[in-house]
Protein backbone atom coordinates (compact mmCIF):
# COMPACT_ATOMS: atom_id res chain seq x y z
CA UNK A 1 0.00 0.00 0.00
CA UNK A 2 1.87 3.43 -0.71
CA UNK A 3 1.37 6.18 1.96
CA UNK A 4 1.91 9.68 1.96
CA UNK A 5 2.16 12.30 4.87
CA UNK A 6 -1.11 12.94 7.08
CA UNK A 7 0.29 15.47 8.49
CA UNK A 8 1.92 17.36 5.22
CA UNK A 9 -0.85 20.36 5.54
CA UNK A 10 -0.81 20.50 9.59
CA UNK A 11 -1.31 24.11 10.39
CA UNK A 12 1.84 24.60 12.35
CA UNK A 13 4.03 24.24 8.49
CA UNK A 14 1.69 27.04 7.61
CA UNK A 15 3.69 29.47 9.34
CA UNK A 16 7.00 28.80 8.81
CA UNK A 17 9.35 31.37 7.08
CA UNK A 18 9.91 28.79 4.68
CA UNK A 19 8.85 29.15 1.54
CA UNK A 20 7.75 33.07 1.74
CA UNK A 21 10.26 35.94 1.22
CA UNK A 22 12.69 36.79 4.04
CA UNK A 23 14.91 39.77 4.93
CA UNK A 24 18.42 38.63 5.33
CA UNK A 25 19.84 41.78 7.43
CA UNK A 26 17.70 41.71 10.35
CA UNK A 27 19.83 41.86 13.74
CA UNK A 28 20.13 39.85 16.29
CA UNK A 29 16.69 37.66 17.08
CA UNK A 30 16.54 34.33 18.57
CA UNK A 31 12.56 34.73 17.81
CA UNK A 32 13.74 34.06 13.85
CA UNK A 33 14.00 30.55 15.03
CA UNK A 34 11.05 28.16 14.21
CA UNK A 35 10.52 24.48 15.81
CA UNK A 36 8.61 22.15 14.40
CA UNK A 37 6.85 19.28 16.51
CA UNK A 38 8.63 16.28 15.98
CA UNK A 39 4.97 15.05 16.73
CA UNK A 40 3.75 15.66 13.69
CA UNK A 41 5.38 12.44 11.94
CA UNK A 42 5.63 10.41 15.06
CA UNK A 43 2.60 10.59 14.99
CA UNK A 44 1.72 9.54 11.41
CA UNK A 45 4.07 6.55 12.59
CA UNK A 46 2.45 5.62 15.72
CA UNK A 47 5.26 6.89 17.62
CA UNK A 48 5.10 7.55 21.35
CA UNK A 49 7.01 10.64 22.91
CA UNK A 50 7.55 8.78 25.91
CA UNK A 51 8.48 5.39 24.86
CA UNK A 52 10.22 5.91 21.62
CA UNK A 53 12.04 2.50 19.99
CA UNK A 54 15.35 4.49 19.03
CA UNK A 55 17.52 7.40 20.71
CA UNK A 56 19.72 9.71 18.24
CA UNK A 57 20.25 12.78 17.55
CA UNK A 58 20.41 15.48 14.34
CA UNK A 59 23.98 16.64 13.75
CA UNK A 60 23.94 19.90 11.77
CA UNK A 61 27.21 21.36 10.00
CA UNK A 62 27.04 24.88 10.47
CA UNK A 63 29.10 26.61 7.73
CA UNK A 64 28.63 30.68 7.42
CA UNK A 65 28.92 31.18 11.44
CA UNK A 66 30.07 35.18 11.61
CA UNK A 67 29.89 37.96 14.42
CA UNK A 68 31.89 40.76 15.48
CA UNK A 69 34.31 40.93 18.40
CA UNK A 70 33.83 43.73 21.25
CA UNK A 71 36.14 45.75 18.73
CA UNK A 72 33.73 45.23 15.85
CA UNK A 73 36.00 43.29 13.65
CA UNK A 74 34.72 40.08 12.07
CA UNK A 75 34.88 36.80 12.98
CA UNK A 76 34.32 33.73 11.05
CA UNK A 77 33.72 30.02 12.29
CA UNK A 78 32.14 26.54 11.49
CA UNK A 79 30.25 24.78 14.26
CA UNK A 80 28.71 21.28 14.34
CA UNK A 81 25.34 21.48 16.20
CA UNK A 82 23.92 17.96 17.80
CA UNK A 83 20.29 18.15 18.39
CA UNK A 84 19.03 15.48 21.23
CA UNK A 85 16.42 13.51 19.01
CA UNK A 86 14.08 13.55 22.78
CA UNK A 87 13.99 17.34 22.34
CA UNK A 88 10.09 17.82 21.31
CA UNK A 89 11.09 20.19 18.01
CA UNK A 90 13.03 19.70 15.70
CA UNK A 91 14.51 23.46 14.15
CA UNK A 92 13.10 24.43 10.64
CA UNK A 93 16.21 24.75 8.18
CA UNK A 94 15.39 28.19 6.83
CA UNK A 95 14.95 29.61 10.33
CA UNK A 96 17.95 28.31 11.18
CA UNK A 97 19.86 30.05 8.65
CA UNK A 98 18.04 33.40 9.66
CA UNK A 99 18.76 33.04 12.75
CA UNK A 100 22.81 32.47 11.71
CA UNK A 101 22.64 35.77 9.60
CA UNK A 102 21.93 38.00 12.50
CA UNK A 103 24.64 37.65 14.35
CA UNK A 104 27.09 38.41 11.46
CA UNK A 105 26.76 42.34 12.96
CA UNK A 106 26.48 41.43 16.29
CA UNK A 107 29.46 42.25 18.43
CA UNK A 108 30.07 39.45 21.34
CA UNK A 109 32.79 39.51 23.92
CA UNK A 110 34.30 36.57 23.08
CA UNK A 111 34.03 32.74 21.40
CA UNK A 112 32.70 31.79 24.59
CA UNK A 113 29.71 34.42 24.69
CA UNK A 114 28.60 32.87 21.18
CA UNK A 115 28.62 29.42 22.09
CA UNK A 116 26.70 30.12 25.46
CA UNK A 117 24.18 32.27 23.08
CA UNK A 118 23.85 29.90 20.83
CA UNK A 119 23.25 26.50 22.54
CA UNK A 120 20.57 28.89 25.23
CA UNK A 121 19.03 30.36 21.84
CA UNK A 122 18.72 26.84 20.00
CA UNK A 123 17.70 24.63 22.95
CA UNK A 124 15.05 26.88 23.92
CA UNK A 125 13.65 26.06 20.23
CA UNK A 126 14.32 22.62 19.92
CA UNK A 127 13.02 22.22 23.57
CA UNK A 128 16.21 19.85 24.36
CA UNK A 129 19.09 19.22 24.74
CA UNK A 130 21.43 20.83 22.26
CA UNK A 131 25.03 20.88 21.84
CA UNK A 132 27.68 23.37 20.10
CA UNK A 133 31.01 23.13 19.19
CA UNK A 134 32.63 25.53 17.42
CA UNK A 135 35.72 26.18 14.70
CA UNK A 136 37.39 29.37 14.36
CA UNK A 137 40.83 27.56 12.71
CA UNK A 138 39.54 28.19 9.09
CA UNK A 139 43.15 26.56 8.27
CA UNK A 140 42.03 23.05 10.01
CA UNK A 141 41.43 20.33 8.91
CA UNK A 142 39.26 19.37 11.80
CA UNK A 143 36.83 17.52 9.04
CA UNK A 144 38.63 15.57 6.31
CA UNK A 145 36.09 14.10 3.83
CA UNK A 146 35.75 10.37 4.08
CA UNK A 147 33.24 7.95 2.99
CA UNK A 148 30.47 5.14 4.37
CA UNK A 149 31.83 1.74 5.57
CA UNK A 150 30.22 -1.12 4.54
CA UNK A 151 28.69 -2.84 1.46
CA UNK A 152 27.12 0.03 -1.30
CA UNK A 153 24.02 -1.03 -2.95
CA UNK A 154 23.24 1.30 -4.95
CA UNK A 155 25.42 -0.63 -8.35
CA UNK A 156 22.82 -3.45 -8.13
CA UNK A 157 21.28 -3.42 -11.93
CA UNK A 158 17.69 -3.08 -11.56
CA UNK A 159 14.81 -1.45 -13.52
CA UNK A 160 12.72 0.90 -11.83
CA UNK A 161 9.36 2.06 -12.86
CA UNK A 162 7.30 3.52 -10.06
CA UNK A 163 8.65 6.54 -8.02
CA UNK A 164 5.84 6.53 -5.93
CA UNK A 165 6.84 6.14 -2.17
CA UNK A 166 5.69 2.77 -0.87
CA UNK A 167 7.56 0.72 2.02
CA UNK A 168 5.68 -2.44 0.86
CA UNK A 169 8.73 -3.18 -1.32
CA UNK A 170 10.67 -4.30 2.29
CA UNK A 171 7.88 -6.97 2.78
CA UNK A 172 8.50 -10.26 2.25
CA UNK A 173 12.17 -8.96 1.83
CA UNK A 174 14.04 -10.98 4.20
CA UNK A 175 15.95 -14.38 4.74
CA UNK A 176 16.19 -17.12 7.29
CA UNK A 177 20.33 -16.27 7.60
CA UNK A 178 20.76 -14.14 10.32
CA UNK A 179 23.62 -11.77 9.53
CA UNK A 180 25.36 -8.18 11.08
CA UNK A 181 26.05 -5.86 8.51
CA UNK A 182 26.44 -2.67 6.55
CA UNK A 183 24.57 -1.20 3.74
CA UNK A 184 24.78 2.11 2.66
CA UNK A 185 23.18 4.12 -0.57
CA UNK A 186 24.01 7.60 -1.91
CA UNK A 187 20.49 7.51 -4.23
CA UNK A 188 18.25 8.90 -1.15
CA UNK A 189 16.43 11.85 -2.40
CA UNK A 190 13.52 13.36 -1.12
CA UNK A 191 12.03 16.64 -1.28
CA UNK A 192 10.84 19.61 0.95
CA UNK A 193 7.80 19.40 3.26
CA UNK A 194 7.00 23.12 1.91
CA UNK A 195 8.70 24.23 -0.89
CA UNK A 196 9.28 20.56 -3.13
CA UNK A 197 12.79 21.43 -3.62
CA UNK A 198 14.56 18.51 -4.00
CA UNK A 199 17.12 17.17 -0.76
CA UNK A 200 19.73 14.94 -1.72
CA UNK A 201 21.46 12.13 0.52
CA UNK A 202 23.28 9.48 1.88
CA UNK A 203 21.51 6.69 4.16
CA UNK A 204 23.59 4.05 5.87
CA UNK A 205 21.61 1.31 7.71
CA UNK A 206 23.55 -0.72 10.12
CA UNK A 207 21.60 -3.76 11.29
CA UNK A 208 21.71 -7.15 12.88
CA UNK A 209 18.94 -9.65 12.17
CA UNK A 210 17.13 -11.74 9.37
CA UNK A 211 19.25 -10.93 6.31
CA UNK A 212 17.30 -7.66 4.32
CA UNK A 213 17.41 -8.35 0.68
CA UNK A 214 19.66 -5.29 -0.57
CA UNK A 215 17.21 -4.72 -4.16
CA UNK A 216 14.22 -4.38 -2.31
CA UNK A 217 15.57 -1.95 -0.10
CA UNK A 218 17.48 -0.01 -2.39
CA UNK A 219 13.85 0.00 -4.34
CA UNK A 220 12.28 1.10 -1.01
CA UNK A 221 14.83 3.82 -0.95
CA UNK A 222 14.44 5.08 -4.51
CA UNK A 223 10.88 5.37 -3.61
CA UNK A 224 11.28 8.58 -1.54
CA UNK A 225 12.29 10.34 -4.94
CA UNK A 226 9.20 12.41 -4.82
CA UNK A 227 7.99 11.70 -1.68
CA UNK A 228 7.57 15.20 0.72
CA UNK A 229 9.30 15.27 4.33
CA UNK A 230 12.08 16.82 6.33
CA UNK A 231 15.18 15.37 6.63
CA UNK A 232 14.74 13.56 10.35
CA UNK A 233 11.68 13.00 9.09
CA UNK A 234 12.26 10.96 6.75
CA UNK A 235 15.51 9.40 9.13
CA UNK A 236 12.67 8.21 11.01
CA UNK A 237 10.14 6.67 8.35
CA UNK A 238 13.35 4.59 7.28
CA UNK A 239 14.12 3.07 10.59
CA UNK A 240 10.41 2.72 11.64
CA UNK A 241 9.34 0.68 8.42
CA UNK A 242 12.75 -1.69 8.47
CA UNK A 243 11.92 -2.22 12.18
CA UNK A 244 8.33 -3.19 10.96
CA UNK A 245 9.24 -5.29 7.72
CA UNK A 246 12.64 -7.05 8.73
CA UNK A 247 12.31 -7.06 12.50
CA UNK A 248 15.99 -6.80 13.16
CA UNK A 249 17.31 -7.29 16.85
CA UNK A 250 19.67 -4.21 16.58
CA UNK A 251 19.19 -1.31 14.04
CA UNK A 252 21.07 2.05 12.93
CA UNK A 253 20.00 4.38 10.59
CA UNK A 254 22.42 7.23 9.54
CA UNK A 255 22.11 9.94 6.75
CA UNK A 256 23.94 12.65 5.65
CA UNK A 257 21.89 15.58 3.47
CA UNK A 258 23.88 17.81 0.90
CA UNK A 259 24.59 21.51 2.51
CA UNK A 260 21.84 24.05 1.53
CA UNK A 261 22.24 27.70 2.50
CA UNK A 262 25.60 26.83 4.43
CA UNK A 263 23.87 23.80 6.51
CA UNK A 264 23.85 20.55 6.36
CA UNK A 265 21.81 17.86 8.46
CA UNK A 266 22.52 14.32 9.30
CA UNK A 267 19.87 12.54 11.79
CA UNK A 268 21.03 9.42 13.74
CA UNK A 269 18.71 6.67 14.45
CA UNK A 270 19.57 3.83 16.55
CA UNK A 271 18.40 1.17 19.15
CA UNK A 272 21.85 -0.19 20.34
CA UNK A 273 24.97 2.49 19.76
CA UNK A 274 25.16 6.14 21.17
CA UNK A 275 26.94 7.77 18.04
CA UNK A 276 28.46 6.83 14.76
CA UNK A 277 31.75 7.90 13.59
CA UNK A 278 31.71 8.55 9.80
CA UNK A 279 33.46 11.52 8.04
CA UNK A 280 31.98 14.09 5.24
CA UNK A 281 30.79 12.53 2.59
CA UNK A 282 31.96 14.02 -1.03
CA UNK A 283 28.64 15.64 -1.51
CA UNK A 284 29.04 17.74 1.80
Known sequence: MKKTSRYQNAPVLNSLSLGQDTQYDAPYNPDLLQAVPRALNRDDLSLSATNLPFHGFDLWGLYELSWLNHKGKPVVATAHCKIDANSENLIESKSFKLYLNSLNQHKFDSEQAVLETLIKDLSACAKGQVDVTLYTDMDSNY???????????????IEVADFEFNPEYLANSTSSDVVEETLYSHLLKSNCLVTNQPDWGSVLIKYQGPKINPEQLLRYLISFRQHNEFHEQCVERIFQDISHYCKPTKLTVFARYTRRGGLDINPFRSNFESGITTPRLLRQ
Not at 143 to 148: A, I, K
Open 143 to 157: ESLGSFSGSLIDNLD
